[in-house]
């Protein structure tokens, strides 16, 4: 990203916490940053596209520290762990502008960030999905998307705490209790083969329309795109050897991770390389 446009988002951020979105001018977010207004409107058409394009950015920085950790050589459970301490630090660290959006209801308001927002939610329906079958087996694949939503729930009540009442948590130690959480639940119900209510037709009433849930036809499809529309030469590279890769009967994860890491370098791919790390943990 352009150095002023991230000077821009970050002051942004700050701006915004303090003061509440509705509140800050675009002059003083200029003021903030060292720039004309000019200059500010050279970069985003509107506040609501800087407003899109800070979610973005906070989405992006998330992901980047997330697939940092797939590349460990951890146990399945130990890497759950260490990415729901990144995900609960990022939210801490963002407490007060996420106290704005709540205080202003800006999500309601602007379509974009909305179906940004449930694109974000679905991911983390994904990427808890995905996670339990690592740690548990093909076995744990009926209940999957069941202990998901538990497991969202349960993350997304240690966070309200952080967010709303301000409680201070060791993190390593709340993802630590979440992962054991989530153990006792998945063996309970794998044991009593409980009938899930969630199941993958549940979730295809959920999910966004550019959102398949035959999540590796949709990435291969994906990378397809890439080979055809893009003209630097190393992505296509990149995205050819994917394909060809996951087309196998048994794709070799340690490419298909490196490869995953040639794309995380180009920002506009970040999305497709965590669908890709998401996947193969």
Same mark, same amino acid.
């Given at each position: 990203?352009?150095?002023?446009?991230?000077?821009?988002?970050?002051?942004?951020?700050?701006?915004?916490?303090?003061?509440?979105?509705?509140?800050?001018?675009?002059?003083?977010?200029?003021?903030?940053?060292? *720039?004309?207004?000019?200059?500010?409107?050279?970069?985003?058409?509107?506040?609501?596209?800087? =407003?899109?394009?800070?979610?973005?950015?906070?989405?992006?920085?998330?992901?980047?520290?997330?697939?940092?950790?797939?590349?460990?050589?951890?146990?399945?459970?130990?890497?759950?762990?260490?990415?729901?301490? *990144?995900?609960?630090?990022?939210?801490?660290?963002?407490?007060?502008?996420?106290?704005?959006?709540?205080?202003?209801?800006?999500?309601?308001?602007? &379509? $974009?960030?909305?179906?940004?927002?449930?694109?974000?939610?679905?991911?983390?329906? =994904?990427?808890?999905?995905?996670?339990?079958?690592?740690?548990?087996?093909?076995?744990?694949?009926?209940?999957?998307?069941?202990?998901?939503?538990?497991?969202?729930?349960?993350?997304? $009540?240690?966070?309200?705490?952080? *967010?709303?009442? $301000?409680?201070?948590?060791?993190?390593?130690?709340?993802?630590?209790?979440?992962?054991?959480?989530?153990?006792?639940?998945?063996?309970?119900?794998?044991?009593?083969?409980?009938?899930?209510?969630?199941?993958?037709? *549940?979730? &295809?009433?959920?999910?966004?329309?550019?959102?398949?849930?035959?999540? =590796?036809?949709?990435?291969?499809?994906?990378?397809?795109?890439?080979?055809?529309?893009?003209?630097?030469?190393?992505?296509?590279?990149?995205?050819?050897?994917?394909?060809?890769?996951?087309?196998?009967?048994?794709?070799?994860?340690?490419?298909?991770?490196?490869?995953?890491?040639? =794309?995380?370098?180009?920002?506009?791919?970040?999305?497709?390389?965590?669908?890709?790390?998401?996947?193969?943990?």
């Amino acid at each position: 990203m352009d150095p002023k446009k991230k000077n821009i988002i970050e002051q942004s951020i700050k701006l915004f916490a303090r003061k509440g979105f509705s509140s800050t001018s675009v002059q003083e977010i200029a003021r903030e940053c060292n *720039i004309s207004k000019g200059a500010f409107y050279l970069h985003f058409k509107s506040k609501d596209e800087l =407003l899109y394009e800070l979610f973005e950015h906070y989405w992006r920085r998330m992901q980047r520290r997330v697939n940092e950790v797939s590349s460990e050589p951890l146990e399945p459970n130990e890497k759950f762990a260490q990415q729901l301490k *990144i995900t609960i630090e990022e939210v801490a660290n963002h407490r007060e502008f996420i106290i704005m959006q709540v205080r202003e209801q800006v999500i309601p308001f602007n &379509e $974009n960030i909305e179906q940004f927002i449930k694109k974000m939610r679905y991911h983390s329906y =994904l990427f808890y999905k995905n996670h339990l079958i690592s740690i548990y087996g093909k076995e744990a694949e009926a209940y999957a998307w069941e202990g998901s939503l538990i497991t969202q729930s349960l993350v997304s $009540n240690y966070i309200d705490l952080i *967010i709303i009442d $301000n409680v201070e948590f060791n993190f390593l130690e709340v993802a630590n209790s979440i992962v054991t959480k989530v153990d006792y639940m998945m063996k309970g119900i794998m044991e009593n083969k409980d009938i899930p209510v969630i199941t993958e037709e *549940i979730i &295809e009433q959920m999910a966004p329309d550019d959102f398949g849930l035959l999540q =590796l036809n949709e990435i291969i499809r994906e990378l397809k795109e890439v080979t055809v529309s893009e003209a630097d030469r190393d992505i296509k590279d990149t995205a050819e050897v994917l394909t060809l890769e996951l087309e196998r009967t048994s794709p070799r994860v340690a490419v298909v991770k490196g490869m995953a890491s040639n =794309l995380e370098k180009h920002e506009e791919y970040l999305d497709l390389a965590s669908k890709l790390r998401a996947y193969f943990i």
